[in-house]
């Protein structure tokens, strides 16, 4: 993420609860993605497993950047 999303994040994390939640999720997912890039094969239930997790994690992200864009437009131009 940009260093101004990561900005944004932090501003209005503690504030809105679905923001909180898809961050949450969002790392949740990395993290668990992080273990299956680990290893140096994985069977095929673990191959969707981590495709499947992917999907989720862009999805979280979407959702993620579709909440700081409300934000973007409520601000001032060029203020975080």
Do not use: G, V, W, Y
């Given at each position: 993420?940009?260093?101004r999303d990561l900005e944004m994040i932090q501003k209005y994390i503690?504030?809105?609860a679905e923001l909180k939640r898809h961050m949450d999720?969002?790392?949740e997912y990395e993290r668990r993605l992080q273990?299956?890039?680990?290893?140096?094969y994985l069977t095929p239930d673990e191959e969707i497993?981590?495709?499947r997790l992917q999907k989720l994690?862009?999805?979280g992200r979407d959702r993620i950047?579709?909440?700081l864009a409300k934000y973007r437009s409520?601000?001032?131009r060029g203020k975080v």
């Open positions: 993420m940009e260093k503690s504030t809105d999720e969002h790392e273990e299956f890039n680990r290893r140096i497993e981590r495709k994690k862009l999805a950047e579709s909440i409520q601000e001032p």
